[in-house]
Structures are given as structure tokens and as C-alpha cells.
């Protein structure tokens, strides 16, 4: 081509600063406050007229003294580490699947009935083959959390697949791109608010399935010490690993959304 | 809860009951429904199924039901103060120490993985045939499991023992049939027992004595019929929860049924409090609670007397 | 300057690009549209065609079938003497809705096939700014796609679609959202890289006048069902300087397009 | 405007009749077909290796035992009906709130938090907090489903509402639509691909909670059979459960999925 | 024809549109981009304004700003002398981009606005009829965007604004995918409801011919930053036939707009 190029505005840098609005973080921090403050304030009242509930200061005590004694960074330490593997290895897992099932036919035809099938079976039914095939050592439960994150995320990556616009597919395919470069460099960043939305829900997942992970054969872990606290109708420890599991679970999802906010950054949107 | 006057004047006393669904806990259930004792005595009951014995007990807290069963891993409940034990009901004779073959004794566990449901007769077996042994539970490594888990886990060998009881034993064995036993309930007798037992919530106890008199009535029957007519229980019970009269028979089979003169014999001579004395030191041992309590303060022997009165 | 027969199949074995009877239908409803009827075209190597016809007639279809992204019903496509099964980097697209992948910025994009191509990343570099600075994106390099206007996404598009160097070019309506003075800046750019560098040029458009400027042949399409009405040959001299577009050739020309184009029921 | 109007081509009967694919529905379900007998293969295998599993034939005579004394029905009924409605009132609560949440920053902030926490707290951890606030009828155990669903769907919602295309609702705007047609008029229909993923994925968690909902003093149902049979150990019943469930929730899953294909049949999409 | 005064400011309380000083910027990477800058633009009722301008000069955002799809930065747009805090349907818009809604029919489409105003079905259901057919879709009626050719999509997006029946008709490149004779059909009937119906345009273009074929004013922008370079009364007069478009006026004006837009630097 010559040299001879098409003139465009330059940007043009101006006195005054650019103006950001100050606020919508900071706005949406404060309202989670005051909504997680609410919230406290609601369980405290219902604990205090008369329902059988440990009040957030009981909690509270239970949770330092179960820090104090070190059972509470031990079970912490397990279940993360279980939900981390679980989650992780699930959600790496469910993109290639959910773009094999969503590109190839065969691939659809033979993973989908099984995928739908699991998704609905409550993981405690799965327990005893879980731990036939697999012992009682850590396996079966990484495998138990897996699974959970892994079908979550699945369906919604598979979504993600089929909804790509097919234009988009088209440029690459023009461009000289095959199907594994179509795949890695269309397909996923093109699907990323569906496989966000699918690692959201497997991380929720993940967690959830903890408990029933650890009814198998655990010696700690937050599941382990709930289940534990049920048998032995100690309310307090039960709610210190509720809230436990919830904040652990609120900072994994945060750090998923600030991925998102930097993954979908790209599309046009509110 | 609906007052009204009591017994057979009309009147009809609405009681909800819950239960587990295997024979200690629903065989007077059956016969009651069965028999009409429940209409008899003018009580309209609605039954409850649950799948353990904590459950019902935060359920008579709340007052969604009056009555209900436990099994002897949950006595602590009752003992602390969350509710009533009205009656008496059978002896556990289902609960064993069990080891793969080539574990010979108590002592041989030492250091092995042993498979144990927390909380229930399985983890007081263990806890007891550990003790007799003069080991704790920290001389193996113990592996708090659900109780399908520890089929699975026994037949396919994952595990070296387990704190487990019949009929689920009875699987395992089919696929390891020399499995070992090392203890079983007759081993303690003269320390502690293993009773099950009807509850009753605190309020009802307190404030509706004759709704509790109306259900003991219908207990005490149900008590009486069971003892002389075994191959109808079953049969009534396996009806009721719809399950195989063979399996029903076969949880039967571990269980001591006690007769209704055997019952007031043992709540008047105090054999009761003795047994659950026994059993409150085993609580406090295992740390589920905090003192000794006295038994007289839950177990309500005194109302189950005058029932049948 | 590119001479073309009237008689398409004679030449088949030296066409770049060979059309031969082709039919594409959708489904419409229940019923069965017809977009492209009995197309057959030609396009020897380093020619340059432009197609015209009116909104509807089948010209991005046809473009698509070459391109190899939809299958004719009937007939079959050959580049190269082979037969066409799918795309391939050696035919740029332009597509006529631009394309752009969102979530890359605009060197991004331009850089893309070159990625495809395994070429060194510094190498990929130095071309992708060159096509940036050609469509006079340098400014906005590091922008998405989201922050260009229409026409600077359309250059993005063309900046992308040349980077890969492809011996043919499909072009659909390449310079349609562009302003007077940049649109015949492209065209002077697109006639040069076209002559010195040997491409063949399949480029469509609504505009009669850069039909004719810009082509050796120009290809009427009309509606109902969509087919080849008519093809004209441009007889004038390249380079086409702005003598030529003054030259009364090019008026009579331009005249004879436009006639093809919208009286196609009278000349029937 | 004058009457003159613009010509355009018009569709042409034509002799041949449209070329259908014969086929990617039929192949999809000879697949699937493939698949499942394929997966019962595994499982006979596994069972007869000596694994500790009924095999088909022998869940199969359970299956038609219960069906004949009439529980499998009672059970199914039983269940169908709470997850139903635990199901379809979750989803249909995901929607507007979803739509809220991505729409207000507001109602972000305040429901943000309580979403994603209650989302890692397992349902079994629920229960003792349910029976005190809702008692031991109908009511908890189609909340504890409710709760499933509408979590699973909510985070799905809120991705597809903050994910609509914005040129789209600005033309919507310009048109002289207000909030309330905005979201019935378009972003509902432009996140119904998110939002059907999240009833999919729903759905799935709304099957897979059954089995802890009727923990909660159930006489009837397809979790407390499963749950009975545990105490007694009868795989097959249990199998017969599992099986029944899975394929309930499969063939929810397929009218979710026709549901989908008449809804998103605009999508531009492989 | 309408008649304008060269100072906007005198004229405010008549103008239909009034906009005021304003400046707007965009946050690109670390720098501020300045889109537009210090505009001011006053369009008397029922008259018809052009905009000319090179790609990327801020045309599309200035249309945004009065649509009240965006805020100025600093500045205010007023219509009818009130100011604009949002859209409205008496300001109808034709995207660049078309924005079809994809999961509706042409018709469905069309419809849209006139549900939101809460028209009768009947009657709805005419109105779409008569705009589908004025742009010559009746045969795609049914048809869903996706099966649309450009053009077409681009038809449909007309139809859709004018069914509204807005008072002011806020135009961005509406015929710029569409072939000659379409858009002379087009432009024609758009300056017969003009003149009929008493509409106020603004409609941006990128063809120097159609902007003073339609426009009483056509407004010049320039770049670096995005402002109004100059503004040239048209003074033809209506209706402006195929003798006007031929006319040395006309042909004086072309070229006195063209040299506005392509040698402003030159002009400074
Ligand atoms: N996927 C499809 N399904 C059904 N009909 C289609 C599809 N794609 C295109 N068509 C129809 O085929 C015809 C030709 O479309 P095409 O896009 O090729 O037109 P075009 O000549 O490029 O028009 P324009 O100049 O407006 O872009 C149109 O009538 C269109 O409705
Ligand atoms: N959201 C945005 N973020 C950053 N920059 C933007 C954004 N929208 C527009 N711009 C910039 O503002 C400038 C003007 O854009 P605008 O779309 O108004 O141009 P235009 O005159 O309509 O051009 P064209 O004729 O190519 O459509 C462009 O340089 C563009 O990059
Ligand atoms: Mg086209
Ligand atoms: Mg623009």
C-alpha cells in the first residue's frame, strides 16, 4: 500500500483532569455494609426473641476460642485447600468440555445425558460409590467438590459456546484460524460472562458440596466440624463455620468478579 | 397445644409424633395405628419421619412436635435439658466393634483406621471396648463416617474396624464373611446399656399432662402387644414404613424387646436411673456433657407409673 | 490492464476464482427464498470485479459462498482449480458488519491472523502498525473496538483483512460508513497494493461510480431470485487518475452501470 | 411518506423443495442413545467385578416392585410436586431480582452479599435453621428447594441483565420505553440465554437439594426413600431412587432446553 | 425553505433544539479524549440540518447528546427550551449501527414503539404495514433481522423510527448501506413527510451530495477536538427535484461544502 495514510482526531490531551465519577465502588462498598450490618441485626433479634438460635456475640466467642486453640485454622486450611482443588480442577475442566460438547455433535450426543443425569443426583447418593472407587484419603472428597463445580460449570460454559456470534467465528476462520485457535482466541474470551457465570456458580457449588465431601472419613475441615457440632447440638460451632464457609466463599467470589471486571471489560454494557 | 378433656368423652387430643423409620422406633407406632389404641385413648396423632435423633429433639423445641424417638448415642439431649424422656422402649443388642480378618483383639486396633458414625451406639461401643482395653480413641486413627459410608468402606476394605451396628453388619459380611467381631453390647452390660426411648418436649411435659397421659396410655399398650405378638409387629411395622418384612425381621433380631411389667419393674426399682447414670458418665467422658445430671430430673418414670394406673 | 471473455467457462482452468452455476436458498417460513440462482463468474488472476446490484440481491451471499463460509445448495465454487471446503487466510475477508473481535484493541485485531500465522511476535508488530498508520488508526491503537466510531471500526476491519497479505481479496462494501476524502484515499491505497502486488479483487458496492473506477469488470447482479444480470467491461486505462473519473468514458460507463443496475425489467 | 416504495426481491417458490439436514436431531439421539446404554454397560460391568452395586436387572425388579405396590408413585408424586414449585417460583423470583441487582446499583449492594453467602452454605446446614422459622411441613422443604433454585439462577440472571447489549437499550429508550418495558421487552429477552442456563443449572440444584429437604420429617418423597433405604442399606432401592431422579430431572431438563430453542431461536449461533 | 441566522444565540427560545457549549470527553487509556469541544448549534423548528464531518469527528456523539443518550461533559442541549435529562419518543432516532432488536420480526420491530405508546393492535398493526411497505420490506415482514441483507437491516431500522411518528428525527447515516435508487427513493420520501408533516432533521452523512440535496443548513464539523468548523445555508429551493440536484447552484454548493470539510487546515 503507499505511504499515503487517512488523517483522524488525535486525542487530545486538555487542562483539566479527566473526571471520574467518585462513586459507584465506593457507593456499592457502603451498601454492603449496611446490608451485612443489617443482617446481623436481623439474626440478633430473631436469636433474642426466643428462636433457638446462638446470638452473633456467642458466635462470636465460640469462633476466638475455636481460633485460640488452633481448630479452627486446621479445618480452615482443609476445606480450602479441598475446595480449591475441587474448584479449580472443575472449572478447568468444564471449558475444553462444555466447548467440545457445544462445537462437535458426537461430543454432545455422548457427554450430555450423563452431564444432565449427575447434575441432579444429590452428592450424599454419591458418597458410598465415591469412596468404593476411590478410598477414604483426600481423592474422594476433591473429587466430591470437583464434580459439584465441575457440572455448574459446564452447562453454562456449553451455553457460552453455542451462543458465540457466529461473525466473530467467521473473521477467525478467514484469518486462517482452525478450530483450536478458534476455540482458545474467540470462543473463550466471546463465552468469558457465561464461563463466569459458570465458575461463580461452581464456586458456590463447591463450597456447598463441602459438607457431604467431608462426611467422608475427615479428621477436620469446616464441613467435618459442622456435621460434628449437629450430632452434638452445638449450635455456636455450627454457625462459626457457617460464617466461616460464607466469608471464605464471598472472597473467592470477589476475586472471580475483579477477574470478570477484567475479562469483560471489553463489552458494551451498563 | 388442643386441650379439651382427655380420654374417651370425644374430645379428641391432636399429638404429632416423630420417629425413626426402623423397628425400635416405629413399632409401637404401627400397632397403635393398628390396634386403634390411638383413637381409644382420643388422641389424634400424626407421625413424623426422621432420619436422626437431634432433629426431633430441635423440633420439640419449636413445638412442631410433642413426642418423638431417640436412640442411645442422643441420651445427652435429654440429659442437658432439651427435653424428656417419657418412656422406655427397647435394649440395642445390634452394636458391635468389627474388624477385618486378622485383627484378633481390642488391642490389635491400635494405630489402625477405624470407621465410626459420630454421636451414635457405634461411636459408644467403640468408645467403651476402646476403654476396656485401656486405649482411648487416640490410639487409632479414627475416621468419623455416615453409616452407608461404612458399609462401603468395610466391605471394600478401606477401613481396618468400625463402631457399627446390625443389620447394616450383615451386608458387609456377605462380602467379607470373616469379618471379625471384637465387642458387642452384652460385653458392658453391667456399666451401660444401650436403651432407646420415647421424648416428649419440655412444654408439653409441663403444661398438658394429659396429652401426656394419653400417649403413655397408648405406649404402654402398644408395649404390651409387642411383647406377646413379635411376628405381627414386624409384620405390622414393615407395612408401615414400607419396607421388606425380612429386613425388619432381621433389625428385630438385635433388639431386646422389654414387656410392659418388665418396664415398670425396672423404672421402680431404679435400674432405669442406674442405666442412665451409666450413661451420663460416658457423656461427660466423651465431653457431649458437661456434669452428671440427675436422672430424675429428665426421665419422667413417675408419669409412665401412673399411666398405667 | 485485465481482459475477461464473455464466455466464463472457456476460461475456467486460468480463473482464480470460478462461480459455476451455483444456488444457494434459505428457508423462509415455509417457504423456500431463493438468494442466488444459476451464478456462474469467472475472475482471472489479478483482476479486479467489482459487483453492484440492489439491496437484497444476493451479493454478500455470493461473496460468502467464495469465501467459503456457506455452502452453495447446487454448483460449486473452485480457487485455484480446487474446489472450495471452507475458508482459508489466502482469501481476505472484509466483512460488510465489520467483525471486529470486541475484546481485542485494534492493533489486537489487526494482529490477529498474523498470530494465526505464527509469525515472530516483533515481525507481527512492525506490520500491524503499518496497516494501523495506513488506515490512520494510529492514534487509537490501543483502543476497543467499543471507543472507535463506525468508520474508524471499518478501517480497523480493512487494516485487519490486508495485514495477512491474502492474494485475494473479498471485499463486502468496504468503504461504505467512510467520508468522501478518506474513501477515495483507500481507493487510491487498494488500486496500488492491487497493481503492485498482483491480488485478485472481488469488492462489492452500492456505488456506481466506485464501481467503475476501481474495476476491470464490473458485475450487475439483480433480484428476484438473485443472478448475474449483466457484466461490463471497463475499458479504461489504470492508473485511474482523476482524469479518468472526469473522462467522458467513465461518465458513459457509469451511465451503462446504473442503467443495468435499475432498469433491468426494461432491458429485459 | 409517499406511496412509492422501495423494490426488493421477493421469495420465489421454486420446483425443488428446501434440502432439509436430515439429521442432527436423530444423531443427537441415536448419541445419546449410544451414551446411556453404554453408561448402564459401565455400571453392570462394575457391578458384577464385585463392586458393591446392584446391577440394572436388579434395580429393575425393584424399580417395578415399588411401582406395583404403588410407593414409587406416592414418592414421585410427592417429590415432583416440591420441587416443582420449590423450582418455578425460585426461577421466577431469580428474574426480577437478577434484574434489580444489575439494573439498580442499589439493590446490588444490599442483596450481594446475602446472595453469594447463602450460595456456599450447604443445604444441609439450613436445616435446623428452617425447622426453627418454618416448622416441619410442606412449607421448609419447598423453601429449602426454593432457595436452591433461585440462588443458582440469580447470579446467572444479574450476568445476562449486566451483559445486554446497551446499543439495544438505547434504541428501546429512544423509542419511548420506560424501566418496566425495558426489562420485559428486551433485556428479558436478550439475557434469556443466561437465563435459561441459570434455570438449567437451577434445576439440577433444585433435584440434588430433594434429598436434604426431606431429611426434614418427610412421609413421602423420592429423597426419603433414599434415605430409608440407607438405613437399611437397600442399594436397590436406593438405585431405584437415584435412577428415578435422574431421569425426572432429565426430562425437565429437555423441555427447559425446547423451551430454549423456541426462545433464543434469534441467536445468530452454530 | 427555511431561513437561519448565523448567530445561534439570538434565536434560543425559538429553537427546537438548542445546543449549548457543549464539550464532551472520553477517558482513553490514561489520556482524556476529547470528542467534542465548545459546540453550539441552534436547529429551528421544521428545519432540515445536515452534518458533514471527517470519520471520527464526534457526529455520532453529538446525535447521542440531543437523543439524550449521553451527557455533555459540560454544555446543555435544550429541546422545546427544556433541557434534555433522557430519551424521548418525540426524538427519533436512526442509529448507524441499526440496533435491530434480533429477537423480533420486521414487523415486530416496527411495532415496538408503538406498543410502548400503548397504541390498539389494530392499529399498530396498520401503521407497521404501511412503514414496512414504504421501504419496500412487506415480503420480510415475518422475517426474523438475523435473515436480513445489510441494506435490508438498515430499511427496517428507518421504518421502526418513523412508525413513531416523532416530531424530530434524529438521522445517523440512515442510507448508507443502501444502493442509489433505494436511497433516491428514500431521501425523496423523507423530504416529502419533512415538508408535509412539518419534521425537524438532523441527519448525518458522509456523502457531500446528499447533504446538500436535503439539508436548509448543512453543519461542517472538523476533528482534533470534534467542533463545528462552518455552516452553509443551502439556498435552493424546495422541493428540491433532479433540475436542482443539476443545477450550477447546487453544484457550487457541493463543492464549497467539500472544500469545508477536506481543507479546513487550510481554510484556518
Ligand atoms: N441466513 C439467512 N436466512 C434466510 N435468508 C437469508 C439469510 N441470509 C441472507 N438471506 C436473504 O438472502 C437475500 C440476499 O442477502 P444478501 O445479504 O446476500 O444481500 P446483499 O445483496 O448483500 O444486500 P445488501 O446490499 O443490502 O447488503 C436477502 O433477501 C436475505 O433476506
Ligand atoms: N465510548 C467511547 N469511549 C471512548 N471514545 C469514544 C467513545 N465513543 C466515541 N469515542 C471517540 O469519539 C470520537 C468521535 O466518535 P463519533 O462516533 O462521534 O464519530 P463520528 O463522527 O460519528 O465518526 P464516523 O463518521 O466514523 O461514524 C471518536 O474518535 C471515538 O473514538
Ligand atoms: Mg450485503
Ligand atoms: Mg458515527
Redesign the pocket.
Known sequence: MTASTVSTPTPTKNGSPPRRRPGKRTTLLLLNTVSVVGGIGIWWVLALSGLQLPTPPEVLVKGIELWSDGTLMEDLTASLGRVLAGFLLGSAAAVPVGFLMGWYTPARGLFEPWIQFFRTIPPLALLPLVLVLMGIGELPKVFVIFLAAFLACVISTYQGVVSVDRTLINAARVLGAKDGTIFLRVVVPASSPFILVGMRVGLGSAWATLVAAELLAAQAGLGFRMQQAQTYYDLATIFVSIVVIGILGLAMDRLLLLAETRLTGWQERR | SSGGAAGEDGDTIEVTFGYIPDFNGTSLLAIAEDQGLWDKHGVDATTSSFTNGPLQIQALGTGDLDFGYIGPGAFWLPASGQAKLVAMNTLGRADRVVAQPGIESVEDLAGKTVAVPEGTSGDMILTLALEEAGMTKEDVELVPMEPPAIVAALSSGQVDAAGFWYPSLATVKEQVPDLVELADNTDFEETVAFPTAFVAGNDVVADDAEKVDAVLKVLREAIAYRAENMDETIELTADFNNLDVADVEADAANVEVLDLAELDKITEDGTVDTWLSGMNEYFVQAGTLDAPVDPAEYYTGDLFLKAGE | MTTTQDTPRTMTDTAKISVRDTRKT?A?QDEE?V?LDGVSLDVADNEFVTVV?P???????LMNIVAGLETPTSGEVLVDGKGVTGPGPERGVIF?QYALFPWLTVRKNVEFGLKVAGLPAAERRERAEHYVRLVGLEQFADALPKTLSGGMKQRCAIARAYAVNPSILLMDEPFGALDALTRVRLQEQLLDTWSTEKRTVLFIT?DVDEAVFLAGRVVVMAARP?RIHEVIDVDLPYPRTEDVRLSPAFGELRNRVWRAVYHQTADH
Open positions: 434459505f423462509l427464498f438468494a446490484g439491496s437484497g440481491c444476493g451479493k454478500s451471499t460488510q452500492h438473485g
